[in-house]
C-alpha cells in the first residue's frame, strides 16, 4: 500500500493545502455526512521537495512504491488513516524524473548515511476531522526522531505534509557527499554551490465516499 513517505527523508520544506471558506465548508458537511471512506493505494503520492542553490530552488521527487500497515481498506473517517499507522519507503523506489539524479541521491546521499529504507509511524494527532497536526517517528540513519506534520481533508483529498531538517538525523554528511558529486548542478548564479538539509514532504490520497 502506498501512504507516507515520509519518513522521511529525506529529505525538506513548503507544501501547501488550500481551501477557501465555501469549499471547506462543504468538505466538512461531507465528512459529517459521509460514514465511511474507501481507501485505494493506487489513488496515493508519496512526494518530496529538496532544495538547491542559495535561492532555494525546488527539485521535486517521489517515491513509487513503499508499504504501510495499520490503514484498512474502509476508514470511518479522514483521521482513521492516522490511527496506527506504519510505514516503510525502500530507497531504491526514489524518482526525480531524471536517472542519474536518482542514482547520485541513492549512492551519495542514502548510500553515505547507510540508509536503505525509510520507516516509522504515526504517534499521535490532534485537530478535527478536516485539519490538525500529526507527530510522525521517522527512522534514518541509524537514528528514530520525530518530525511534526500537518493533516488536510479537503474535497475529499487527504493531505499530510511538512518540513524535515535532515541534520536532525545526523545525516549533514550525506548532503555534503551528494553537493560535492553534484557541485556544477548545484551552483546558483552567484557561483555558489548549494544543498540544503530540509526537505518538504508531500503526502496525497483520494478516499472516496461510500453511499
Known sequence: MRFLSITLLIASSLIIANCGNDTSQKTKATTSNTSSYNYSSDSTYVGFVAYKFN???GVPGWFTTF???????????PKELLTNLRFSIPVAALETGIEDRNQKIKEHFFGTIDTDSLSGKVLSFEGSETSGTA????????LT???????????????LSGTIDVTIWDAISGIKALNVAC?????GPDGISKLWPTVDLDIKTTLSPVN
Do not use: C, W
Not at 508499504?67 to 473517517?77: E, F, H, W
Not at 507527530?135 to 541509524?142: D, L, P, Q, S, Y
Open 55 to 57: 535561492d532555494k530552488v
Open 67 to 77: 508499504s504501510a500497515s495499520g490503514i484498512p481498506s474502509t476508514v470511518s473517517s
Open 135 to 142: 507527530k510522525v517517528e521517522i527512522a534514518m540513519n541509524g
Open 145 to 159: 526522531k520525530t518530525a511534526n506534520l500537518v493533516y488536510d481533508f479537503t474535497d475529499n483529498v487527504f493531505q
Open 183 to 187: 557541485d556544477i548542478l548545484h551552483r
